[in-house]
């Protein structure tokens, strides 16, 4: 009862008074009334979601005070020296190789930033599965790296805690554990039970309480340790986990523990003590007995086994039946029943079955800097280690599980010490190893190698899901984590049974995904799973092998490699019985797959190179031997197949596998063990054997015939050539590469380096991925090696990004130095890593590039020759293969065949043959003597050559050679022969003579005299006879016939007619040649060099070769082929001959085809040629005399454009606000990177002209202020053109067809979209051009003589009249298109500023404002003003001629009021009407607050076409008076009041003179006296201004002013004028600006003036009295009687002078902008966005594709994008570092302005490298912003979907 009334009471009281009570010396009764308290509050009945435990909870650990005071208190005492903080999954970290110790090291952001790394290797990187920080732990990284805050926490000086402080915490915490474990027990349900299995609800509702244990692991380490002592104690945990006897509810709970524990196949303690029942089901498994608790049938769960037999039954249809193996595990108790011990064990236990909740994993990490917590979880994890890695097979989310695993693994098994104490007390091994097995096991079916029906070999099925979603993962990763500590590794290796449970292990993996090749059907369904088996080979089999091969370095362990040995070749052995091999490979089958033959070949390359042991002691016997290089050997020959065409039937992926085999990551575990281990047998094996088994396996035996014809049984004839260079080039790989048989290291690190750069230039981050990373890591640096970078730099230059015109970006790459390409570029290592053939040829064309630029050789080059390292002793047996007998023969045959034009030979044959004799002379036998037994028996093979080296027998001569060849064959002898005696015996004695050769029969025989030897039954054996040596395989037409060649050639002979063929000279070697050679010159150059550099080698080792070439050159002749071949000799002749009309016919049609695209470029492109300019101003004068004719790039038609079939401009219309974000000043605002820096966007060009707007409105009558101003600064209409005109009719069917074709296309036709059918331009619409004007242009253009005074009078009856209404036409029709299409361009928003929208004036205002953005962007483009004159780039783009004319027909519909008309205000002096309805109805705009350029466009758009150019001029003269005007009075508005009294008198005296009108101090003085009457501007607050200006004017500073107020107008009107009637802009110097378009203008007498002063003011011409005037338009500002002076005042000083418009200045690093932006919470949604990004146009936070800000559908960045830039955005993405452009609908990944010290992006960040701005790219993203080239430039775009 007590417990109730404690409940009512106030918590904290409570809770202070129990904790004085618990402090007294005799505690019973405050630990009774403890006790009840808890048994109320913690009742596991009430709903977890109830928080009023946890309240309690908090409150009596506090023990009365605030739980935040609690939390800073007990943190004071916090003595932890580990950082350990411990992140999820996508949160950034670092990581840096310097300090690391171990690989897996890592820091959080704060301890990186805190550290000093400077110079360190380090990356950023997103954490894939999370992971905690190791600052502070030395066993991880060096103290060095440690942080500040890290590197001093020694925990000295921390006090000691008062025993009072964590009483409380040790009395509740131990119960509100157990309360979590109940709610756990209670919510679990099985997997298989028929009620709604929901873990997350359950999950949920216990969030509360998991994050409060969370926050008692951050208070430190004083609470670290109470928790520890709670979750380890096992006294605590017997005491209340069963629960008191009396409570019911406590003892159900426990029950559904027990069950659950049963349901795992996991015995209990209490089972297993009730009787030994259970002991004896787990020993009657037998050898099973590990798996009892992983295995199939668990007791207790007989639903569980039987599941699993029902899922085989189903997977058996269809499907190979899997395979059940039991797997026998040296020691059942390896993984016994599961005791929990305490509560850690079984919070673990249930964290296991929830299938690793995040907050759990969390909590249980946040734990680990507390050492004693780290042993004992440690212990309890590998504990359920099997367990888990159960669960994870059965999970359906096993990505996640899989990374929330290894999250907690890589914390405790990166640690060498903790390592080694659970492999010593838990048998982490064992337990590693054994699980592997059962994971494998449970998908495993019969292999199909060899011989499928008897196979007796299982192997993983890799289409199952374990494989194929890398489900081991996991479990792999730790296994190799673990094997990369010394200690464990020893382990491992000293422990025979675990070794050999490891070889049964990888032997499931050999002879995976086997291939069949498909000879009839192609296959229907193209299997993936090779991508699986490549994987697992990777991870389950090579991985673990590189991490033991790590710990085998130096003699002291050479009795581990020994024992891999020996496991590997028993294993072997085991393998090939049980798939039944003998000798043959079964045909067209193959396996990439060998990992067994892989280990073993890897730890026989270490044993000789580091351990100094010797080879043949770990070789077996040859029979042996013959079976291990079959299968190897059988993937090269395959992969000659699939380059060859032969497998195309089993689809594309077999091509992908061979690749894969090659490729950079997978090659130093796959190819090059294969290729070792062919070359230690080929070391050690008969090597006449060795050959004839190559040329057989490559299936090119019959080929190798003097015959010129011949049979092939397995090869199409198309597929022999590729066949044969399959198997030379192999051969030459074979005997050249010295990867494994002697170079260091460094040596292997420069080749792979030199092979790379030579295919390509690489970009440093792509060769660090290429360059395979076992034998040389790049991460870390081995001693005595040398590093990645140091090497680079030996080889490689250096080439900094450029950027191309075309807009794609290049990336900084390194490139060959000159050097490497003449000495150490090797065609053969290029070979050998090429992934795709493509790169061969590329690394050959650069090669020959480089030798013509450094002009060593200008012909097309051979692969040069390369000199190789010096074999390795213990592999001398290789170099036999080159000097044995087969092999010469096969190079014999060779050259005859293509000295004789055989067919199916060709260069590439040629050079390898080449290569394999020069390799032969390089690498000459030793021990030559003992070699020449005699061998009588093989007579007729031998008599072919004498002896085993090719120095004696390259000029060793055959006579004839005996042959088989088909009846048709031109050799066979028709006619009997002479029948003279003498003719007959000699004919006769070489049949004898001659020589028959067959490799198949030869490679038999070799076979069974090997299998004799070692079984010492040599003398049973019948020899085959050498006649019967021809197989021929079944089913061949039999009309072979036997005749005999007559050759008498050698070697040596046949070289030098070949270099006579090839040089095509008579006596190309003459006699004496060798001594006059000069060998300098024979590195590099083609054919003719290698044959000159082989004669010269081998003269120079041999005198009699010397003697042999001499007297060959001698008396050398043209070859004599066999008398029956005069028809193909005559047949090569002409081969010759049309090959060489071919080539000139194919030269000319060339040079016609680039002439005639010459024509197309200067047409199209070039904007100097007179014909595009007048096309595109239809002003020039020279056109405008008869009609311009414009050419239709559809139909290709030429002529003018008509009102019935218009001739239109390609445009792109798009919307801009490029002008509105201008800025006053000439600086770039700079992005904010810290909170106290912000962007104000009130000084844009935009905001400026909004404001005014709106202030006009609120004054003055609106048809008159939407006169007054422009629009279109924000949201404007630009339009630009490439230049093509097409007929508009044609244009339509265009788009028809586009509109039909079912293409993909970036754009949408829907919209309008297309792109220009010649220049492939992006366009949305086309401009109609009118029709070219006949005569009177040139009375249109004449200069006038009229009186100014006329002219006004002119302009103003223009004016009057009314526009005569266009007749309906096509033209107009088309004109009318365009105007709604220029509508729909912008948003609705950027064209009402009205106060009635879509009234006339709405539109009005549009219209001219069209014009004026066009004219503005155009200024813009030019750089701000017209000092550069002429044409330029944006002239080109251009068409502001077209423009106007649609948009003057358009405004022709409104007139002016003549009433209002401003003309009238300009020129006359009008007598004010004082009306009685003047008041109600609102003033006009005055004239001193109007835009002068808008009244200069509203002129010329309204008056009729075409204006002539005298009246254009008069426009221009009106409105410079009042821009002049104007300028006075803001001028002097800016005066300090004495500063103005002054000019005011001074002018004044000024006034009477005869010039006055035109002299700026009386105007001056006029403005001010006439603005100071009445309601004075200068009224506003004088005391400011006068504190600002402290300057004095002077009359130059004035003038100066002046001018730069006019200079905006003077530039528009001259660019119109330039337009409209074709005038050239002249260049000039920026100060002569003013005067230079003055003049162009003609506002400025052309008098020759003293060239240093122009006068603003000389400029001026009025047409009535100027100072009458000025005074009018002063009285209607002064007149105003609502406004207030500082309103007027805003009004009247307008600033027309706008800097360019720029983007954002970005900082130097970008790490500044990461820090800061990639943790900033999103202004709208207060949230962290998933994908943040920067608007570089106005630095505005948005999220992309953050569904949190969207609206109405669309999201963030497309929102920003229209009310930013009107629809034009350009976004930085944080986490990428990468740039997007929003235009319109689509999108499209710009790339990134920031490079690393390499100069590459790093998209994704994934690299993680610092990266810096690159100021040229960001310029160009600038330059293409303001020039709207987005769209041509950038190819790649897609829509959005509103989605970003």
């Known amino acids: 009862m007590m417990a109730a009334s404690l409940l009512r009471r106030d918590k904290k009281a409570t809770a202070a008074h129990l904790k004085a009570d618990l402090n007294r010396i005799d505690n019973s009764s405050g630990v009774r009334q403890l006790q009840e308290l808890l048994d109320a509050v913690l009742n596991p009945e009430k709903p977890a979601a109830d928080s009023e435990a946890l309240d309690w909870c908090k409150c009596l650990i506090a023990g009365g005070d605030g739980f935040e005071e609690f939390c800073i208190t007990v943190r004071s005492y916090d003595n932890a020296t580990l950082c350990g903080l411990v992140w999820t999954a996508n949160f950034v970290a670092y990581r840096c190789r310097t300090c690391g110790i171990s690989p897996c090291m890592s820091l959080c952001a704060e301890c990186f930033n805190n550290g000093d790394h400077t110079g360190h290797d380090f990356n950023m990187f997103r954490s894939q599965a999370g992971g905690a920080c190791d600052c502070g732990d030395s066993n991880v990284m060096r103290e060095s790296g440690f942080c500040r805050r890290h590197r001093l926490r020694t925990g000295e000086n921390v006090p000691s805690i008062p025993r009072d402080l964590l009483l409380m915490s040790e009395m509740v915490l131990p119960r509100f554990i157990l309360c979590i474990i109940q709610y756990l027990r209670d919510g679990y349900v099985e997997p298989d039970t028929s009620t709604e299995r929901d873990l997350q609800k359950v999950l949920q509702q216990l969030e509360p309480q998991i994050s409060f244990l969370e926050e008692l692991t951050k208070m430190g380490g004083a609470m670290r340790t109470v ?224 011989d499928e029906e008897n196979s007796r070999h299982v192997v993983v099925n890799c289409s199952e899901a374990l494989l194929k979603n890398n489900t081991y993962w996991p479990l792999v990763s730790d296994f190799i984590n673990i094997l990369s500590h010394q200690s464990v590794a020893k382990k491992f290796l000293e422990d025979h049974s675990l070794l050999m449970l490891w070889m049964s292990f990888v032997s499931f993996f050999q002879g995976m995904n086997l291939n069949k090749r498909e000879l009839n059907e192609h296959v229907e369904f193209e299997s993936q799973t090779y991508y699986a088996a490549f994987a697992a080979e990777l991870e389950a089999c090579a991985q673990p092998m590189w991490g033991l091969l790590t710990h085998c370095k130096v003699r002291e362990t050479q009795e581990y490699t020994k024992t891999v040995v020996r496991y590997c ?67 090269q020959a395959c992969l000659s197949e699939i380059h060859s065409n032969m497998w195309v039937r089993n689809g594309l992926q077999i091509k992908g596998q061979a690749m894969t085999y090659v490729q950079s990551h997978f090659c130093n575990s796959m190819i090059d063990p294969d290729i070792y281990l062919l070359q230690v047998c080929a070391s050690r094996l008969d090597p006449d054997y060795f050959i004839s088994s190559v040329f057989e396996r490559f299936k090119v035996v019959d080929l190798l015939t003097m015959a010129s014809q011949h049979q092939n049984a397995v090869l199409d004839s198309e597929q022999e050539r590729p066949m044969l260079e399959g198997a030379l080039t192999f051969l030459v790989i074979l005997t050249s590469l010295r990867i494994h048989l002697g170079m260091t290291d460094d040596e292997i690190l420069r080749a792979e380096m030199v092979s790379q750069l030579c295919m390509n230039d690489r970009t440093h981050s792509a060769l660090l991925d290429l360059i395979p990373e076992n034998p040389n890591p790049k991460s870390g640096i081995v001693p005595g090696s040398c590093s990645f970078e140091e090497m680079l730099s030996a080889v490689a230059d250096f080439k900094a990004p450029v950027f191309e015109p075309g807009g794609s970006m290049q990336q900084g790459m390194y490139t060959p130095k000159a050097e490497v390409w003449e000495k150490e570029f090797d065609p053969i290592m290029v070979v050998l890593r090429t992934v795709y053939r493509r790169d061969v040829q590329s690394a050959m064309d650069r090669y020959s590039a480089f030798l013509k630029q450094s002009g060593i050789h200008t012909g097309n080059p051979w692969p040069p020759y390369k000199e190789r390292t010096r074999l390795h002793p213990c592999y001398k047996g290789l170099i036999k293969l080159l000097h044995c007998k087969t092999l010469h023969i096969v190079i014999f045959t060779l050259l005859y065949k293509i000295w004789m034009d055989h067919q199916n030979m060709s260069e590439h044959v040629l050079c390898m043959v080449l290569y394999l004799i020069e390799l032969g002379l390089d690498n000459q036998v030793q021990d030559n003597k003992e070699d020449e037994e005699p061998c009588i028996e093989e007579h007729c093979h031998d008599s072919w050559f004498p002896g085993t080296n090719l120095l004696s027998n390259l000029h060793h001569v055959i006579n004839f050679v005996r042959v088989r060849v088909p009846e048709t064959a031109p050799e066979v002898k028709r006619e009997a022969p002479p029948s003279t005696s003498t003719e007959a015996s000699s004919y006769g004695q070489n049949l004898r003579e001659a020589q028959v050769f067959s490799l198949v029969a030869e490679r038999r025989r070799k076979f ?257 202020c939407l006169q007054s101003v422009s629009i279109g600064w924000d949201g404007g209409v630009y339009v630009q053109t490439c230049g093509h005109t097409l007929h508009i009719d044609c244009h339509k069917s265009y788009m028809e067809s586009l509109r039909n074709d079912q293409v993909l296309q970036g754009f949408s036709v829907d919209k309008g979209e297309f792109t220009c059918p010649l220049c492939r331009q992006f366009a949305n619409s086309v401009l109609p051009c009118r029709p070219g004007r006949g005569t009177e242009a040139g009375a249109w253009h004449t200069p006038t003589n009229k009186k100014p005074c006329v002219l006004v009078k002119e302009v103003e009856d223009l004016q009057e009249k009314l526009g005569l209404f266009p007749t309906e036409s096509n033209l107009s029709k088309e004109m009318e298109f365009v105007i709604k299409d220029i509508k729909n361009t912008t948003q609705k928003k950027y064209m009402d500023y009205g106060k009635n929208p879509g009234s006339p004036d709405n539109d009005f205002l549009f219209m001219y404002s069209v014009a004026r953005s066009n004219l503005e962007l155009e200024l813009v483009h030019r750089g701000g003003n017209l000092c550069s004159g002429g044409a330029s780039a944006a002239a080109k783009r251009s068409c502001l001629n077209q423009l106007f004319h649609v948009l003057a027909m358009h405004m022709r519909l409104y007139s002016i009021d003549s009433a209002y008309n401003p003309w009238t205000k300009l020129t006359q002096v009008t007598q004010s009407k004082e009306t009685d309805g003047f008041d109600e109805e609102r003033p006009e705009v005055p004239m001193l607050f109007r835009d002068v350029p808008s009244l200069l466009i509203i002129f010329v758009l309204t008056m009729p076409q075409p204006l002539r150019k005298e009246h254009f001029s008069c426009v221009v003269k009106m409105l410079y008076n009042l821009q002049f005007t104007q300028a006075l009075a803001a001028l002097s508005s800016k005066f300090s009041p004495e500063e103005r009294q002054a000019w005011s008198t001074a002018g004044a005296l000024k006034k009477n003179a005869a010039n006055a009108e035109k002299s700026f101090e009386a105007l001056l003085s006029h403005v001010i006296s006439e603005l100071s009457k009445d309601k004075s501007v200068y009224k506003v607050n004088t005391e400011e201004t006068s504190m600002l200006i402290s300057s004095v004017w002077s009359p130059q500073s004035i003038e100066f002013s002046l001018q730069q107020f006019c200079l905006p107008f003077l530039r528009l009107s001259c660019l119109l004028q330039h337009h409209l ?9 920026e100060e002569e600006e003013f005067s230079s378009l003055a003049e162009c203008l003609g506002i400025l007498p052309s008098t020759p003036q003293p060239s240093n002063v122009v006068h603003s003011a000389s400029c001026l011409q009025w047409v009535v009295s100027a100072f009458d005037l000025v005074t009018q338009w002063c009285t209607e500002v002064t007149g105003l009687s609502q406004m207030q002076a500082e309103q007027s005042l805003t009004l009247l ?74 629809a034009t955005g350009i976004f930085l993405l944080i986490n990428a570092s990468v740039i997007i452009i929003i235009r319109g609908h689509r999108f499209c990944l710009w790339g990134s302005v920031y490079l690393d010290a390499h100069g590459e992006e790093d998209r994704d960040l994934r690299r993680g490298k610092p990266l810096f701005l690159c100021d040229e790219r960001y310029r160009v993203l600038e330059q293409q912003w303001v020039s709207h080239t987005f769209d041509h430039i950038n190819k790649r775009w897609g829509p959005h979907y509103n989605g970003l």
């Open 227 to 450: 928790l520890t002592k709670i979750l380890t104690n096992q006294q605590t945990f017997k005491e209340l986990s069963m629960g008191q006897e009396e409570n019911l509810y406590a003892k159900k709970n426990y029950d559904k523990y027990l069950s659950a524990l049963k349901n795992s196949g996991l015995v209990s303690v209490e089972e297993k003590a009730q009787g030994a029942a259970a002991d004896v089901t787990v020993g009657a498994e037998g050898g099973a007995g590990a798996m009892v608790l992983l295995g199939t049938s668990a007791p207790g769960s007989p639903d569980e086994s039987s599941k699993e037999e029902d899922q085989d039954a189903g997977q058996s249809v269809g499907q190979r039946k899997r395979v059940k193996l039991s797997s026998s595990t040296k020691d059942p108790c390896i993984i016994e029943s599961l005791k929990h011990k305490c509560f850690l064990e079984e919070l673990l236990f249930w964290t296991i079955k929830y299938e690793f909740p995040q907050k759990m994993v969390t909590f249980l990490l946040n734990m680990l800097p507390d050492q004693d917590y780290k042993i004992t979880f440690t212990k309890t994890f590998v504990q359920h280690y099997a367990f888990i890695m159960k669960t994870l097979m059965k999970s359906h989310e096993s990505d996640t599980m899989s990374n929330r695993i290894v999250h907690i693994s890589v914390q405790l098994f990166s640690n060498e010490e903790l390592a080694r104490h659970v492999t010593e007390e838990c048998h982490l091994l064992d337990i590693m190893v054994t699980v592997l097995l059962y994971m494998m096991e449970s998908c495993l079916i019969k292999s199909e190698l060899q």
């Open 569 to 635: 070749l028993e294993t072997l052995q085991i393998w090939f019985d049980a798939i039944g091999f003998i000798d043959e490979p079964a045909p067209n089958q193959v396996t990439f797959h060998l990992p067994l033959h892989r280990y073993y070949a890897m730890f026989l390359s270490k044993a000789v190179k580091c351990q100094g042991l010797d080879l043949d002691s770990l070789l077996p016997d040859q029979e042996m031997l013959m079976k291990i290089m079959v299968h190897p050997l059988q993937i």
């Open 1008 to 1264: 069974q005299e090997i299998i004799n030897r070692s079984n010492t039954e040599a003398t049973q054996v019948v020899r085959p006879k050498s006649s019967s040596t021809r197989w021929v395989p079944p089913g061949t037409p039999p009309q072979l016939v036997t005749e005999i060649l007559e050759i008498r050639e050698s070697m040596l002979s046949l070289l030098i007619k070949l270099h006579q063929k090839m040089s095509s000279k008579q006596n190309s070697l003459s006699a004496s040649w060798l001594e006059d050679m000069d060998t300098s010159r024979h590195a590099h150059g083609d054919g003719i060099t290698a044959i000159e550099r082989i004669l010269t080698k081998a003269a120079t080792r041999s005198c009699q070769i010397k003697r042999s070439i001499q007297d060959i050159c001698g008396k050398v002749c043209p070859p004599v082929p066999p008398k029956k071949n005069s028809p193909t000799d005559k047949k090569t002749m002409d081969k010759e001959e049309r090959r060489q009309r071919a080539r000139e016919r194919q030269q000319k049609l060339l040079a016609e085809f680039a002439s005639r695209q010459k024509s197309f470029m200067e047409t199209a492109m070039d904007v100097e040629s007179p014909d595009t300019e007048a096309a595109m101003d239809l002003g020039a004068s020279e056109v405008m005399e008869s009609e311009v004719l414009y050419d239709c790039v559809i139909c290709g038609q030429s002529g003018p454009s008509t009102e019935d079939r218009p001739t239109g401009l390609v445009v792109l219309l798009q919307a801009s606000s490029v002008l509105g974000h201008r800025c006053k000043s000439k600086e770039a605002k700079k992005l904010p990177t810290s909170d106290d820096e912000h962007i104000y966007a009130a000084d844009t060009c935009g905001v400026a002209n909004d404001v005014r707007l709106t202030l006009m409105q609120r004054f003055f009558k609106d048809s008159s």
């Open 1621 to 1629: 009637y074709g005038d050239s802009l002249t260049g000039c110097l």
């Open 1693 to 1766: 000083v307008q600033d027309p002078q706008w800097a360019a418009p720029r983007l954002l200045q970005l900082p130097d690093n970008y790490n500044i902008i990461f820090q800061y932006y990639h943790r900033k919470a999103c202004t709208a949604c207060k949230k962290v966005p998933k994908d943040p990004a920067l608007c570089l146009v106005c630095g505005a936070f948005v999220c992309l594709k953050g569904v949190c800000c969207k609206q109405q559908g669309t999201c963030e960045c497309v929102l920003h994008s229209q009310h930013c830039g009107a």
